[in-house]
T-cell receptor, first 113, second 118 residues
Framework: DGGITQSPKYLFRKEGQNVTLSCEQN?????MYWYRQDPGQGLRLIYY???????QKGDIAEGYSVSREKKESFPLTVTSAQKNPTAFYLC????????????FGEGSRLTVL | KQEVTQIPAALSVPEGENLVLNCSFT??????LQWFRQDPGKGLTSLLL?????REQTSGRLNASLDKSSGRSTLYIAASQPGDSATYLC?????????????????FGQGTILTVHP
């Protein structure tokens, strides 16, 4: 079945550590996105990539980094510079130039201890 | 800057009721509007997508309308069921431009938590 796979589902991190969240899609979608969700707030865009080897900052990119070496993969690294990293992270993808329907993965919950 | 507001923040109804969820946005220059469903601890599932040139979309018991000029959308759920209990999120995509746009750059509302009790 086609879809977006995020891993791990739950992740615990000590302060000062970098962690990487995985996002893989087999939908052959061009563009991929990382959103962050906090309780009581809407989703906020961290980074997005419309094509391999290219990506752009979203609204809250500080303390995060990404790479897009393959069309299928868009990993997100939460660095120690991110001051409040505890959140639910959602990866999404879309066919560029299509109707605009966004498909989401199941999310990764990061907790900083 | 686009802002999206959803009212009410939470709604509890008995099974069988028809209900309306509201979404408003401040900038009418949108490409599309999407309604999503989110179950606790899960990702988002797209329910309906309305292009800026459209007025409404329907899928089963769901109907979404769009009034771009007034910056409003409504999601109508007919004959609600306990399985409809979830958080419903509205999101708008920015308008296209000469340089192209990333259609996945959405601005989300905070969601409406719906509980349908038997």
């Amino acid at each position: 079945d086609g879809g977006i796979t995020q891993s791990p589902k739950y992740l615990f991190r000590k302060e000062g550590q970098n962690v990487t969240l995985s996002c893989e899609q087999n939908l052959n979608h061009d563009a991929m996105y990382w959103y962050r969700q906090d309780p009581g707030q809407g989703l906020r865009l961290i980074y997005y990539s419309q094509i391999v080897n290219d990506f752009q900052k979203g609204d809250i990119a500080e303390g995060y980094s990404v790479s897009r070496e393959k069309k299928e993969s868009f990993p997100l690294t939460v660095t120690s510079a991110q001051k409040n990293p505890t959140a639910f992270y959602l990866c999404a993808s879309i066919v560029q130039g299509g109707a605009g329907e966004l498909f989401f993965g199941e999310g990764s919950r990061l907790t900083v201890l | 800057k686009q802002e999206v507001t959803q009212i009410p923040a939470a709604l509890s109804v008995p099974e069988g009721e028809n209900l309306v969820l509201n979404c408003s946005f401040t900038d009418s220059a949108i490409y599309n509007l999407q309604w999503f469903r989110q179950d606790p601890g899960k990702g988002l599932t797209s329910l309906l997508l309305i292009q800026s040139s459209q007025r409404e979309q329907t899928s089963g018991r769901l109907n979404a309308s769009l009034d771009k000029s007034s910056g409003r959308s409504t999601l109508y759920i007919a004959a609600s069921q306990p399985g409809d209990s979830a958080t419903y999120l509205c999101a708008v995509g920015g308008s296209s431009n000469a340089g192209g746009t990333s259609y996945g750059k959405l601005t989300f509302g905070q969601g409406t938590i719906l509980t349908v009790h038997p």
